[in-house]
Nanobody, 121 residues
Framework: QVQLVESGGGLVQPGGSLRLSCAASGSIFRINTMGWYRQAPGNERELVASVTSTGSTNYADFVKGRFTISRDNGNKMVYLQMNSLRPEDTAIYYC???????????????WGQGTQVTVSS
């Protein structure tokens, strides 16, 4: 079994900050790319940011300069620091990991259950 558990969502005023965390656990041989996606009501799920096992990062244009993704490989954690939040950032944020469960298995994508982020005054 593999679990991805997010935490850190909540309600914040425009211009505020939140830090999301995601912990991976279970039978995991290697984690490749980890990332954060979001889905607002009526919209498709979209990539927010991702980070490879070597630390290379990728950001959606709409969060560049405001959000920072980081990871702790030893503890199988990924974080998303969100600053200068806007009402349009309101969404459910999902953690994603491309990982290999055992040495001879093909990597697959795994998802957390999501955490709600609401930006409102």
């Amino acid at each position: 079994q593999v679990q991805l558990v997010e935490s850190g969502g909540g309600l914040v005023q425009p211009g505020g900050s939140l830090r999301l965390s995601c912990a991976a656990s279970g039978s995991i041989f290697r984690i490749n790319t980890m990332g954060w996606y979001r889905q607002a009501p009526g919209n498709e799920r979209e990539l927010v940011a991702s980070v490879t096992s070597t630390g290379s990062t990728n950001y959606a244009d709409f969060v560049k300069g405001r959000f920072t993704i980081s990871r702790d490989n030893g503890n199988k954690m990924v974080y998303l620091q969100m600053n200068s939040l806007r009402p349009e950032d309101t969404a459910i944020y999902y953690c994603n990991a491309n990982l290999q469960r055992f040495i001879h298995t093909i990597p697959g994508n795994y998802w957390g259950q999501g955490t709600q982020v609401t930006v409102s005054s």
